[in-house]
């Protein structure tokens, strides 16, 4: 039904920048929430940013001020800038959207992306 695509992961020395963006496809209607999520190995997957459709945005307390979220309606894609990385944020960066679909009935349903690998180097 939908599928989210994330690019931009990458090897990064601290104190670098990364741009991560997320592209979502196929029969949607519209997208409600979106976000960014990260799970680095032997951890739980947490939360980074979020952002609704009306634009308010949320920020785990070890990103804010670094990083920026946002997100382009007519497009379907959710974007990220990171700014001052640090080795702290190396993790697989996941992509997560409320999507409401149409296919002669309406659905409402979370999706996840594949992941895109972040590496800050110290």
């Known amino acids: 039904q939908v599928q989210l695509v994330e690019s931009g992961g990458d090897l990064v020395q601290a104190g670098g920048s990364l741009r991560l963006s997320c592209a979502a496809s196929?029969?949607?209607?519209?997208?409600?929430?979106m976000a960014w999520y990260r799970q680095a190995p032997g951890n739980q997957r947490e939360l980074v940013a979020s952002i609704t459709s009306g634009g308010s945005t949320n920020y785990a307390d070890s990103v804010k001020d670094r990083f920026t979220i946002s997100r382009d309606n007519a497009k379907n894609t959710v974007n990220l800038q990171m700014n001052s990385l640090k080795a702290e944020d190396t993790a697989v960066y996941y992509c997560?959207?409320?999507?409401?679909?149409?296919?002669?009935?309406?659905?409402?349903?979370?999706?996840w992306g594949q992941g895109t690998q972040v590496t800050v180097s110290s």
């Open positions: 997560n959207a409320g999507v409401v679909t149409y296919d002669g009935a309406y659905n409402s349903r979370v999706y």
């Open positions: 196929g029969r949607i209607f519209s997208i409600n929430h």
